[in-house]
């Protein structure tokens, strides 16, 4: 089966002709039957859903982590204006 020519279509059209696992594994082929149909249709919203579902927590991750290292910056920011700071009052306190 030439997957490369159905890569480039817009909608998924399943062949008149495939080789079909069924559910104890066993490959056969000829001509698809409406189950077999509906059975990689359902395959293939599976796997679009998983894929949508991976991405969206990939960004989850990414929006998490940008936020913690905004949040570390600041606070190494901070830190280091806050101990200029006491430094500079304690030099002031000197004699």
């Known amino acids: 089966m030439a997957w490369h020519g159905m890569r480039r279509r817009r909608g998924f059209q399943p ?11 066993v490959f056969t082929s000829g ?10 249709n359902g395959l293939l919203a599976n796997e679009i859903q998983m894929t949508e579902i991976v991405s969206i927590g990939a960004s989850v991750v990414t929006l998490a982590v940008r936020v913690l290292g905004l ?9 280091i204006l806050n101990r200029r700071a006491t430094l500079n009052q304690v030099n002031a306190s000197l004699p």
């Not at 062949?15 to 594994?25: D, I």
């Open 15 to 25: 062949a008149a002709s495939v080789r079909v696992p069924h559910r104890h594994g």
């Open 31 to 40: 001509p698809a039957s409406s189950d077999d149909v509906k059975r990689i």
């Open 71 to 79: 949040g570390t910056l600041v606070l190494l920011t901070v830190v």
